[in-house]
């Protein structure tokens, strides 16, 4: 007998509960607002608009099918199940944070504050979550493009938007930057990090450094087989080097990096707290990830 599907409902804590938790009573953290010329209703306002499309979506789970609510703090510690139906409640970022733990499940983003969301990745509106969940198994979805890196001692690390790799810090990152499809082209480098995205990041910190760089790189769509990078602030010296500062990777190709420092990390999505680590000699491998995030239309 075929197990029901499972509804696996992703929110995040609100920035209200974070203030109170941090103050102790809702009175406390008013007057620290109060304090800095900011009025606590803003925040409770918005707490309140996603508790309630929580709820809704919660309600709007069918009866037959199983249900489970995991914090963004917990995804790590979470274990989906290929029978699961994912619903992100929250910002885009949440969909990012939930896509790396997930192998194929459908995903279904809803926006808990339209206007205030870009609304890329989270799609819906709570009032759609009934619709959704009972077509999530023949509805169409789009196939978005992860990145991944793997170091040598088998370190792994998914992303659906871009990874970083460089120090925990501000101090230069030293390192061998090479590339497999340039004929085997290998340059010591000084630089602020070194940022690999794809389509769906090129909406946020990738497309950021590209429009600085004013690049003449066309950024991949979400559903692309491509990835860009950017080398980040490199530093010309008898030493290192500035000609490899950007270009295209395609499905079959990587970037690799061989750390020439006592610590670098690996990072995605902008999550520093779940990072690779690297030290002297490491090489680690970025570039197209096999799994596709699943997201619904």
Known sequence: MSLAPR???????????????????????????????????????????????????????????????????????????PEDVVVVVGQDGLVANAAKYLTGQPVIGIDTDPGRNPGVLVRHRPQDAAKLLAAAATAAVDELTMVEAVADDTQRLVALNEIYLGTPGHQTARYRLGLDDDGGAVEAQASSGVLVGTGTGATGWLRSVWQERTSRLPLPSPTEDRLVWFVREAWPSPATGTTLVAG????????????????????GDGIESDALQLTWGQTVRVGVCGQRLRLAG
């Open 7 to 81: 509804a696996v409902l992703v929110h995040r804590t609100t920035e209200y509960e974070e203030l109170v938790a941090r103050h102790g009573t809702h009175g406390q953290a008013a007057f620290f607002l109060a304090s800095r010329g900011r009025d606590i209703e803003e925040v409770a306002e918005r707490h309140r608009r996603a508790r309630g499309a929580l709820a809704e979506v919660t309600a709007a789970v069918p009866l037959t099918w199983r249900q489970a609510q995991v914090e963004r703090t917990d995804l790590d510690r979470f274990l989906f199940a």
């Open 248 to 267: 295209e990777l395609a499905a079959s190709a990587s970037l690799t990096l061989t750390v020439e420092s006592d610590r670098l990390i690996a990072f």
